[in-house]
T-cell receptor
Framework: DAGVIQSPRHEVTEMGQEVTLRCKPI?????LFWYRQTMMRGLELLIY????????DSGMPEDRFSAKMPNASFSTLKIQPSEPRDSAVYFC????????????FGPGTRLTVL | AQKITQTQPGMFVQEKEAVTLDCTYD???????LFWYKQPSSGEMIFLIY??????QNATEGRYSLNFQKARKSANLVISASQLGDSAMYFC???????????FGKGTHLIIQP
């Protein structure tokens, strides 16, 4: 079975540009999470969805960040406009509900904003 | 708010020795889950082991075991018979009942020496 799929794997952009990161969760998983990893702040939860509905977006750093999940097999994280401090690895993860089930992580998208 | 503390930024261990990676957590919730993830240099996040707060026995998965001491709020990862391939970052994380995102510690960089 395919794991969590993220695209692109690497993204280099210039400050002020719009960036869209994409995620396809594991089929049948009803939770989807977006995390960001930086050297300074470590791994942080940005937002998560349950059955395509955003549940908690308190980790989204600013209004420049937005996330959507139009259907059970696709989610996007958008940054507009991007800034150099947004440079990080962005992970998408998914899990099934019912108890403390493990979260399966995608390979991540390494974002560099120049 | 949850907090995960990993006090060992880095560790050097001889191959074939057992390794204990420390993790303490801070929560007033009675129901929670504790997880360990491995992140090799390639960057992916690999789930290793899980312990529920109501589990009476320590979790084990192959060479990995979790030394769970609830009264001390610690959940140390034990790797038996370490191998060169165990060299990686290791993250402890918690998931609290009613809040489904993971809170991560800063991680421990483990290096296995031949």
């Amino acid at each position: 079975d395919a794991g969590v799929i993220q695209s692109p794997r690497h993204e280099v952009t210039e400050m002020g540009q719009e960036v869209t990161l994409r995620c396809k969760p594991i089929s049948g998983h009803d939770y989807l999470f977006w995390y960001r990893q930086t050297m300074m702040r470590g791994l942080e939860l940005l937002i998560y969805f349950n059955n395509n509905v955003p549940i908690d977006d308190s980790g989204m750093p600013e209004d420049r960040f937005s996330a959507k999940m139009p259907n059970a097999s696709f989610s996007t994280l958008k940054i507009q406009p991007s800034e150099p401090r947004d440079s990080a690895v962005y992970f998408c993860a998914s899990s099934v509900s019912g108890g403390y089930n493990e979260q399966f992580f995608g390979p991540g998208t390494r974002l560099t904003v120049l | 708010a949850q907090k995960i503390t990993q006090t060992q930024p880095g560790m050097f261990v001889q191959e074939k020795e057992a390794v204990t990676l420390d993790c303490t957590y801070d929560t007033s919730d009675q129901s929670y889950g504790l997880f360990w993830y491995k992140q090799p240099s390639s960057g992916e996040m690999i789930f290793l082991i899980y312990q529920g707060s109501y589990d009476e026995q320590n979790a084990t998965e192959g060479r990995y075991s979790l030394n769970f001491q609830k009264a001390r709020k610690s959940a140390n990862l034990v790797i038996s018979a370490s191998q060169l391939g165990d060299s990686a970052m290791y993250f402890c994380a918690s998931r609290i009942g009613g809040a489904d995102g993971l809170t991560f510690g800063k991680g421990t960089h483990l290096i296995i020496q031949p």
